[in-house]
Antibody, heavy 120, light 108 residues
Framework: EVYLEESGGGLVQPGRSLRLSCVVF????????MHWVRQAPGKGLEWISG????????TYADSVKGRFTVSRDNAKNSLYLQMNTLRPDDTALYYC?????????????WGQGTLVTVSS | EIVLTQSPGTLSLSPGERATLSCRAS???????LAWYQQKPGQAPRLLIY???SRATGIPDRFSGSGSGTDFTLTISRLEPEDFAVYYC?????????FGQGARLEIK
């Protein structure tokens, strides 16, 4: 059974950093691209970052470019999101999601999310 | 980036009725790389349709997708009580990938 579990969320002050992790089970992690998608409280979905199966392609939404860095460790079946210079509008539930493809595609499995709150 | 606009914002229908949700792109979506997701309160989104018209694994055949270029449609042929939720379209043909703002399907 495919399962994704995010961790690392919490309350952080504006301007500080946070690192999210996502460990996956039930599929060959190193065969697939992965995405990070966030959802602010009561709002819609926002795609923020993607990484190809071999880390050769990394893409970001303009809203996080230059502040967030996506990475993965295929040996540990894990995906990461390093978030720097956090702002109050980064407050959201952060989902990791498996892509239906090695480089790009829709997301066919999602975790339950980890909540990040940026506030002083 | 490609902006996706969903309409209507809210659709009020009764079980058994047909639902039609629209997603319009600000520019052509490459190779019909358009997906639809369903999200219920407190749950992660679920993939329904990808490639504009292919149903994801386990999705009932009352869900169908159509369209190309800049205009796409999700149709639910006969609404079941569990279908009342929020629906999002997403394009993944151009970077950055983008989602529509969502459309709420509520019970009338």
């Amino acid at each position: 059974e495919v399962y994704l579990e995010e961790s690392g969320g919490g309350l952080v002050q504006p301007g500080r950093s946070l690192r999210l992790s996502c460990v996956v089970f039930g599929f060959a992690f190193d065969d697939y691209a992965m995405h990070w998608v966030r959802q602010a409280p009561g709002k819609g979905l926002e795609w923020i970052s993607g990484i190809s199966w071999n880390s050769g392609s990394r893409t970001y939404a303009d809203s996080v470019k230059g502040r967030f860095t996506v990475s993965r460790d295929n040996a540990k079946n894990s995906l990461y999101l390093q978030m720097n210079t956090l702002r109050p509008d980064d407050t959201a539930l952060y989902y990791c999601a498996k892509v239906k493809g090695a480089v790009a595609g829709p997301t066919d499995y999602w975790g339950q999310g980890t909540l990040v709150t940026v506030s002083s | 980036e490609i902006v996706l606009t969903q309409s209507p914002g809210t659709l009020s229908l009764s079980p058994g009725e047909r639902a039609t949700l629209s997603c319009r792109a600000s520019q052509s979506v490459s190779s019909s790389f358009l997906a639809w997701y369903q999200q219920k309160p407190g749950q992660a989104p679920r993939l329904l349709i990808y490639g504009a018209s292919s149903r994801a694994t386990g999705i009932p055949d009352r869900f169908s997708g159509s369209g190309s270029g800049t205009d796409f449609t999700l149709t639910i042929s006969r609404l079941e009580p569990e279908d009342f939720a929020v629906y999002y379209c997403q394009q993944y043909g151009s970077s950055p990938s983008t989602f529509g703002q969502g459309a709420r399907l509520e019970i009338k």
